[in-house]
């Protein structure tokens, strides 16, 4: 098989129909396979797609669908939360991993903060989860909570994480 290339990468930043039912596929099938979490995280992605749906503004939100000849291979949302961003939904097919994607859409993240005068978002993610972990801190955001949970159908540490963009001086 032919290495991947971020350049062959599409991404979009529009709902279509269908895009919220398979980012929930997607997150249900991949994270029972990677973490062993069963129905209740696929309930929970269900449940917070739902809400993201209802709630959902362009001019406040932003979702970035990545797609490889024509399939839906990761995604990111910024969803806005009254004078902040909450970071959700940022997963990205295994064979994707490791091209620069991850990077390019934290920056696209961050961008999009910027062009909002946003100056706090957070996200919420598991311990398991040490690579995207890195990531997070690597553009910024701190470990500002943990807290037991059996939300997934097993023990897991959720932890909270936190980034605040400093207010730019005008002198």
């Known amino acids: ?19 919220l039912g398979y980012l929930a596929y997607i997150h249900g099938d991949l994270y029972a396979k990677e973490c062993n979490y069963g129905l209740k995280f696929e309930a929970y992605v269900l449940e917070g797609l739902k809400e993201f749906a209802l709630a959902y503004d362009p001019e406040k939100d932003k979702i970035w669908i990545c797609e490889h000849q024509e399939k839906m291979i990761g995604c990111l949302v910024a969803q806005h939360r009254k004078e902040q961003l909450q970071f959700r939904y940022f997963i990205l097919q295994p064979e994707y991993r490791g091209i620069g994607l991850g990077k390019l859409l934290m920056q696209e993240f961050i961008d999009f903060m910027h062009s909002r005068n946003v100056k706090h978002a957070y996200l919420w993610t598991t311990a398991d989860q040490d690579t995207a972990t890195a990531l997070y801190e690597r553009f910024g955001f701190k470990l500002t909570a943990e807290n037991p949970s059996d939300h997934f159908g097993k023990a897991i540490l959720e932890r909270r994480f936190d980034l605040k963009i400093p207010e730019q001086s005008t002198t």
Not at 1 to 19: C, F, T, V, W, Y
């Open 1 to 19: 098989m032919e290495q991947i290339k971020l350049s062959d990468i599409q991404i979009r930043n529009h709902l279509a129909p269908g895009d």
